[in-house]
């Protein structure tokens, strides 16, 4: 069985950070395009960051760009979402979710495998 799970949100002020990670069972990162997602409340969802493992390349939006890292551990199959200076617009919940090609970046709609999704507030 496929899991994708997504850790590490909470509540955080402006201007703080937080390391969101996801982790993988019964699929191997390293072959798949890991992205991050988030949804506000009435918002459409967003893609974040994107890592195209196979080919080691990586994708930002505009808006967290200069202030978000994705990284990837293939030893852990585990990938990370670093947020440094944190701004309230950035509060979501925040998923995370694989596929062996990602070619629906930043949209998402042909993302195979999703996780529950992890709560991030930043607070003014």
């Known amino acids: 069985e496929v899991q994708v799970v997504e850790s590490g949100g909470g509540l955080v002020q402006a201007g703080g950070s937080l390391r969101l990670s996801c982790a993988g069972s019964?699929?191997?990162?390293?072959?798949?395009?890991v992205g991050w997602f988030r949804q506000a409340p009435g918002k459409e969802r967003e893609g974040v960051a994107c890592?195209?493992?196979?080919?080691?390349?990586?994708h930002y939006a505009d808006s967290v760009k200069g202030r978000f890292t994705i990284s990837s551990d293939n030893s852990k199959n585990t990938v990370y979402l670093q947020m440094n200076s944190l701004k309230p617009e950035d509060t979501a919940v925040y998923y995370c979710a694989a596929d062996l090609w990602g070619r629906s970046w930043p949209y998402g709609t042909e993302f195979d495998y999703w996780g529950q999704g992890t709560q991030v507030t930043v607070s003014s």
């Open positions: 890592i195209f493992n196979s080919m080691g390349t990586t």
């Open positions: 019964g699929l191997s990162f390293d072959r798949f395009a």
